[in-house]
Antibody, heavy 115, light 107 residues
Framework: EVLLLESGGGLVQPGGSLRLSCEAS????????MNWVRQAPGKGLEWVSG????????YYTDSVRGRFTISRDNSKNTLYLQMNSLRAEDTAVYYC????????WGQGTLVTVSS | EIVLTQSPATLSLSPGERATLSCRAS??????LAWHQQKPGQPPRLLIY???NRATGIPARFSGSGSGTDFTLTISSLEPEDFAVYYC?????????FGGGTKVEIK
């Protein structure tokens, strides 16, 4: 069974940093593109960032480029999202998802940016 | 960036009725379009990938069609568990994008 387990969310002040992790199991992690998607409270889905299987290429939505960094450790089957200079508008549930068809999704981790 | 526009925003139907959801892309995505279902308090779930292929374990009452810029998700006969929000999503090019969602609610 393919499983994705996010962690690292929490409450952080504006301007602060958090590092999210997504531990993968049940598939050959190093063969797949991985993505981060977020959902602000009561809102729709917003793709945040993606990384190809090797980790050599990364992609970001405009609103996080320069503040967030996606990375992966294929030896640990783990995807990361380093989030710096956090803003109130980054408050959301953050999901990791396998492949560009998002199959499957993790359960999500809540990030709250507030003073 | 490819913009996906879903319609209607809300669909009010009764169990047993047919649901037809639309997704229009601002430029061609070929067949690289997926549909996801999300219920309250749960993560989304992939229903359809590459326009018309059901994901593993998805019932046959869900079907997808279309190519290029116009796509449709059809639920042939609504079951109580189908009342949820549905999102289309394209993987034709970066940045990946989602539509705004269609809420299927009980009439």
């Amino acid at each position: 069974e393919v499983l994705l387990l996010e962690s690292g969310g929490g409450l952080v002040q504006p301007g602060g940093s958090l590092r999210l992790s997504c531990e993968a199991s049940g598939f050959t992690f190093s063969n797949y593109v991985m993505n981060w998607v977020r959902q602000a409270p009561g809102k729709g889905l917003e793709w945040v960032s993606g990384i190809i299987a090797s980790g050599d290429s990364t992609y970001y939505t405009d609103s996080v480029r320069g503040r967030f960094t996606i990375s992966r450790d294929n030896s640990k089957n783990t995807l990361y999202l380093q989030m710096n200079s956090l803003r109130a508008e980054d408050t959301a549930v953050y999901y990791c998802a396998k492949s560009n068809s998002f199959d499957p999704w993790g359960q999500g981790t809540l990030v709250t940016v507030s003073s | 960036e490819i913009v996906l526009t879903q319609s209607p925003a809300t669909l009010s139907l009764s169990p047993g009725e047919r649901a037809t959801l639309s997704c229009r892309a601002s430029q061609s995505v070929n067949s690289y379009l997926a549909w996801h279902q999300q219920k309250p308090g749960q993560p989304p779930r992939l229903l359809i990938y590459d326009a018309s292929n059901r994901a593993t374990g998805i019932p046959a009452r869900f079907s997808g069609s279309g190519s290029g810029t116009d796509f449709t998700l059809t639920i042939s006969s609504l079951e109580p568990e189908d009342f949820a929000v549905y999102y289309c999503q394209q993987r034709r090019s970066w940045p990946l994008t989602f539509g705004g969602g269609t809420k299927v609610e009980i009439k």
